[in-house]
């Protein structure tokens, strides 16, 4: 079984998105810790199995990020379910698990199940739109919100979600220092090595995810750059 918390970097794939076989095999043999698949808007099945299958012929871990209930399919290493803390919708931070439990509970193997406390700050991204999230939000919030995922909720990760937009390196300190086990994930934004060594000062896993699609070449240069941090 693999161990997310000795991860430093993951990239991350959208299945509504093309990769091509080249690109692909680059960024599973990068030396990155994990490949996730996961998006906001347009993930189906189709894409998700197609996804999983070219991933599958290398060696690298395999997560599936569930963002809706219908893409949901065996054969990832681990599955991650984000809870939007910071949603003003409760359908978001329960109301649909509660829903996948009752349908799935019993088949689920739970040995392969991680769940996310997420906090969206990207007001503009689809992420926050989508879920209603409450994104202004103070350095003192987000250790409360990192302290009530591991302390009150038992999370394992909590995870800072920038979405497109790099994100204030006070704010992965603030969350890091609310939190004593669990692992401390950011997204959003990382363009270059510097970013991704900045947030790796705080953060315990990066999360590398549109750059990838817009200069491959910069992207990979982010595994280096955070596994030499700590």
């Known amino acids: 079984m693999y161990d997310f918390r000795e991860w430093r970097h993951v990239f991350k794939l959208d299945p ?7 690109d692909l095999e680059a960024i599973c043999e990068s030396g990155t810790d994990a490949v996730m698949v996961g998006g906001t808007d347009g993930v189906t099945l189709e894409g998700v199995l197609d996804l999983m299958a070219r991933i599958r012929r290398f060696t690298v871990p395999c997560v599936l990020e569930v963002s809706n209930l219908e893409s949901v399919t065996p054969g990832f290493d681990l599955y991650f379910v984000p809870s939007i803390l910071n949603s003003k919708d409760s359908k978001w931070i329960n109301g649909l698990h509660f829903e996948a439990v009752k349908e799935f509970g019993e088949i689920i193997d739970w040995n ?34 990192a302290m009530m995922a591991e302390k009150m909720f038992g999370m394992p990760i909590f995870y800072l979600e920038y979405s497109g937009a790099y994100g204030d390196p006070e ?37 590398v995810g ?9 992207a990979l240069e982010t595994v280096k750059a955070v596994k030499t941090e700590k």
């Open 210 to 218: 549109n750059c990838l699609y817009e200069d491959l070449g910069k």
């Open 16 to 22: 509504a998105r093309e990769i091509s076989d080249s």
């Open 112 to 145: 392969e199940f991680a769940m996310e406390g997420y906090v969206i700050l990207n007001e503009d991204c689809k992420a926050a739109k989508l879920t209603n999230a409450e994104t202004r939000l103070s350095k003192e919030d987000i250790k409360a919100y």
């Open 171 to 207: 704010m992965a300190e603030a969350a890091k220092k609310g939190l004593e086990k669990s692992v401390l994930f950011y997204g959003g934004g990382i363009k270059t090595k510097e970013q991704a060594a900045e947030m790796a000062m705080y953060a315990d896993v990066i999360v």
